[in-house]
C-alpha cells in the first residue's frame, strides 16, 4: 500500500525513477526537495498492515501494551459487533460459544515529555477463554462471502440483542450515556476502563463492552481467528493505527 507516499511524491515532485527507488527500498528514505536542496523529506512505505496483523496478536508491536477490557457471555455462539453510538448499526457473526475476553491493543504515539503524546486503540480482540492456538487470521465474511467491518468512533462487542436491551433504557440520549460513562472512568489513565466501559443489562446476566477506537479514519475491518480445527475462537478490529517509529 503505497498511496500515502505517492499522494507525497506528487505534491513536492518527485520523479518516477526516485519513486521507483525508494519502493524498491521499503525502508525509510531521506529525498531532497526537487526545488530546494536545503530541504530534505523523510519517506517510508504505507504501513504493511498485515505483518501488523501478526505483531498485534503476538504483543509485539512497538509503542503499545495490552489491557483486558472485561469478559462477555455467548452461550448461543452469537457474536455482535456494533457502532457504539447506534446499537442497531452492525453486524452479528458466529462463533464458538463460550466467555470471551475483550482485549485491547493500545498503541501511544509522540512523547510524554512533550505536548505531541497520544493513545489510541490500534486492535480490538474478542477471545474464547481459556485461550485457545489461533492458526489463521483472516478477512471475516458474512454468508455470502463478503467481507465484514464496522464503521463509527465507539465500538461494541455484545452478545446477540444484548447492546440493543441496555441501550433501550435510554432512549433518545444513548450516545450522552455512553459519553458520561467514559468521563466517570477517564482519570484513571492505567486503568482498561478508561478506554472502555462495560454495561450489564438490568438483571446482570449479559454485558456488553463498548471502547473508543480507531485514529482518524471511519471504516475498520473485521478478522476472523481460527484455531487448527477451523473453529471460531476470536474476531479482531483493526483500526489502522500507525504508531511505528521511524
Known amino acids: 500500500m503505497w498511496s500515502r507516499f505517492r499522494a507525497l511524491a506528487a505534491r513536492i515532485g518527485l520523479s ?12 525509510a528514505s531521506l529525498v531532497e526537495d526537487p526545488l530546494n536542496p536545503l530541504v530534505r523529506y523523510r519517506v517510508r512505505p504505507d504501513p504493511d498492515w498485515t505483518e501488523r496483523l501478526g505483531e498485534a496478536w503476538n504483543n509485539s508491536l512497538v509503542n503499545s501494551r495490552r489491557l483486558c477490557a ?5 452461550t448461543n455462539g452469537l457474536l455482535t459487533i456494533a457502532d457504539g453510538d447506534l446499537p442497531h448499526d452492525g453486524f452479528t457473526t458466529k462463533v464458538n460459544p463460550g466467555e470471551y475476553e475483550i482485549t485491547l491493543i493500545i498503541a501511544h504515539m509522540g512523547d510524554k515529555r512533550t505536548d505531541d503524546y497520544e493513545e489510541h486503540i490500534s486492535h480490538a480482540f474478542a477471545l474464547l477463554q481459556p485461550k485457545h492456538d489461533v492458526v489463521s487470521i483472516s478477512s471475516l465474511m ?12 465507539f465500538f461494541a462487542f455484545a452478545g446477540s440483542g444484548v447492546l440493543q436491551e441496555v441501550a433501550g433504557g435510554h432512549a433518545g440520549r444513548w450516545t450522552l450515556r455512553v459519553m458520561d460513562l ?11 476502563r478508561s478506554k472502555s466501559i462495560r454495561i450489564e443489562n438490568k438483571e446482570g446476566s449479559s454485558a ?20 487448527a480445527e477451523d473453529r471460531t475462537v476470536g474476531v479482531m478490529l483493526d483500526f489502522f493505527v500507525d504508531n511505528r517509529p521511524w
Open 16 to 27: 518516477a525513477q526516485t519513486m521507483a527507488e525508494i519502493e524498491a527500498k521499503n525502508d
Open 70 to 74: 472485561g469478559t462477555i457471555a455467548l
Open 142 to 153: 458474512d454468508e455470502h462471502g463478503k467481507e465484514l467491518g464496522i464503521a463509527g468512533r
Open 182 to 192: 467514559f468521563r466517570e472512568q477517564a482519570s484513571d489513565e492505567e486503568n482498561a
Open 208 to 227: 456488553a463492552i463498548l471502547f473508543h477506537g480507531g485514529h482518524s479514519r471511519g471504516d475498520y475491518p473485521a478478522y476472523r481467528l481460527a484455531d
